[in-house]
DNA sequence: GTCTGTGAAGAGTTTCACAGCT
DNA sequence: AGCTGTGAAACTCTTCACAGAC
């Protein structure tokens, strides 16, 4: 199989979202052009990023909502659940933790970290905040898959190298700053002001 | 002036920070060897992205460290502050209203907007609920320029409808759901499932 | 006629290679 | 020597055009 790219997985992910609208309308078949229009791409593009993977579809029919969305979830780790260990208990860890859509998609934060022994012990939203010093251990006990990183940017640095050296292969940064990890660990970052910042280019722009 | 494309405005965020970084350290000049490591791309990235808008570096000695900084602030829109409406008034919308990075680069939420009328009134860190029916009037005297979406993905598409009918042109939206709006204005997604999603997808292929 | 699947063309982005300045 | 600035080459991603199946 050829590499996939970043921009096909992403657009996969949206697809999986209007195969479920789909599935709940109780629909059978869609084409690549439906399927585009609310996926926010091409008919061209939804089939070129399927064909990446098979050939799903029936020619002059479309594609059966329910299969292609499992086929979908396969690909992408859906049809499985996810234990996702949460490093930072501050308001946006308690917002990653309320977050819906993790739940919806099988992504379950089973354990929230913070260094602070303020917080230490707490309950934040139905999960207690552990030591981040027992995270190696905490992690390989309830087998956590991932995690996420929603600590102040002075901390992020320390708190993915800790990750790291707990075997920790993804990890979905939040902090706004650039870190370092070993080539095997991928990062993939939120960052929400570089986000306003590309709007306020907007503005400036025209 | 081309077309400048996203990935060059992104990049130009992150050499900002490093930028800010080298500054407080008063480093004065920066080769873009230098400044690509710490922004996380390559030297010469760094000197296509920053050629599109002019020549700012000296031949053998590289980039001054304070007016390059100046001069991305001045691209991005970051000499100034920015007021914004933020709708949503749930935890997303909580740790938003902390979010320390926004007010950092002069993004300021000044008006935080709910429909559930069990919460309009109340103090939202320091920021009163207003009933999203006055988003018009309120966007209007407060001279609000960019709205952030953070409403569960049911209500999205109405209330882009409002801001768009209230005469937004940038918004940046969190909920996990494609959205539709005219051409003029620019809708920017972070969807934090999805790459949650890219992460299981990066587990699952090896 | 409708719709998929795909090689080829096109567009856009990144990297190379090197001229030119300090 | 060290570093910027940039046309050209290489690469990647998207769109076109159309063959093939229903």
């Known amino acids: 199989m050829r590499k996939i790219s970043d ?14 609208r789909l599935e709940r309308k109780n629909q059978e078949m869609v084409s690549s052009k439906e399927l585009a229009q609310t996926g926010g791409a091409t008919s061209v ?28 979830a396969h690909i992408l780790g859906l049809h499985r659940t996810w234990n996702v260990a949460l490093v930072g208990a501050g308001s946006l860890g308690a917002a990653l933790i309320s977050y819906k859509e993790f739940k919806r998609q099988g992504f379950h934060i089973v354990a929230v970290f913070d260094k602070d022994p303020a917080k230490v012990g707490k309950n934040k939203r139905g999960l207690i905040i552990l030591d981040i010093k027992n995270l190696p251990e905490v992690s390989r006990e309830l087998k956590i898959d991932m995690a996420i990183v929603a600590v102040p940017k002075t901390e992020a640095q320390s708190v993915v190298n800790l990750l790291v050296q707990a075997g920790f292969k993804v990890i979905l940064n939040f902090a706004p700053v650039n870190l370092m990890a070993p080539p095997q660990v991928t990062i993939r970052n939120v960052n929400m002001a570089i986000e306003l910042e590309a709007l306020s280019y907007r503005l400036m722009a025209n």
Chains 1, 2 share one sequence.
């Open 7 to 20: 921009a096909t997985i992403t657009r996969l992910s949206r697809y999986y979202r209007s195969l479920a």
């Open 45 to 72: 593009q939804v089939r070129k990023d399927l064909s990446c993977f098979g050939q799903f579809g029936t020619r002059g029919l479309g594609y059966p909502v329910c299969q292609l969305k499992e086929t979908i």
